[in-house]
């Protein structure tokens, strides 16, 4: 049982598909459970546990009754993915080799922790990533 997952809901549904498919496995050791790259639902786990699902933005609007409502909003980021990986900069080169776009280059970030290295950019739809290690 996953007692909580994150469930993305994307615009660009079959982009993000690619960009996760092909960045999980070697990332994290996700394995794709359920779904296609024609949506609306995909989802990723490690062992048993669901790490990441993804849903189609317009169809869940459609579930909520929230269609009229704009899609995109200009604000900061409310929620960031945060993946603790073996190499910040092989798992940051592999994200944009994939269709990840970059925010902040690979970094030491001894104010944050000890030995912390982090990573940050956006995938196809925009969501915001950290890659991490320490």
Do not use: K
């Amino acid at each position: 049982m996953d007692a909580l997952h994150p469930r993305l809901l994307v615009g660009r549904f079959a982009d993000c598909f690619r960009f996760y498919d092909a960045v999980l496995p070697e990332l994290i050791g996700a394995r794709r459970t359920r779904g296609a790259e024609s949506g609306p639902y995909a989802s990723w786990d490690v062992g048993t546990e669901g790490v990441l699902m993804l849903f189609d933005r317009a169809a869940m609007a459609a579930v909520t009754g929230t269609t009229g409502l704009p899609a995109e909003a200009a604000a900061q980021d409310r929620a960031m993915l945060v993946s603790r990986v073996g190499d910040v900069d092989a798992g940051f080169e592999l994200c944009l080799r994939h269709g990840g776009r970059p925010v902040a280059p690979p970094a030491d970030r001894p104010e944050w922790g000890p030995g912390l290295r982090t990573a940050h950019l956006r995938d196809p739809d925009g969501n915001l990533l950290e890659l991490q290690s320490y």
